[in-house]
């Protein structure tokens, strides 16, 4: 059953922010859904979260500070 998940959205170094929703059945298929929608848009990361669960998924690794 699908389920509606939660996003922050940042940045580095956190100067921007937004929520964005997901409905999905699981956390990784909302990660699934970050990583197609948002990843190389300028954002770092998107902290996931929903039914006790967290997942923080890095989109950008320039913007996140990882390899260059």
């Known amino acids: 059953m699908s389920?509606?998940?939660t996003g922050l959205?940042?940045?580095d170094p956190g100067d921007d922010?937004?929520?964005v929703?997901?409905?999905a059945e699981t956390i990784q298929e909302a990660a699934d859904?970050?990583?197609a929608k948002f990843r190389h848009r300028g954002w770092a990361e998107v902290t996931i979260s929903g039914?006790?669960?967290?997942?923080v998924v890095a989109l950008d690794d320039d913007e996140?500070?990882?390899p260059q």
Not at 51 to 55: A, K, M, R, S, T
Request: hydrophobic share 35%.
């Open 9 to 11: 959205l940042v940045n």
């Open 21 to 23: 929703y997901f409905e």
């Open 3 to 5: 389920q509606t998940w």
């Open 51 to 55: 039914d006790g669960e967290w997942l």
């Open 33 to 35: 859904q970050a990583r």
């Open 64 to 66: 996140a500070g990882g």
């Open 17 to 19: 922010q937004d929520y």
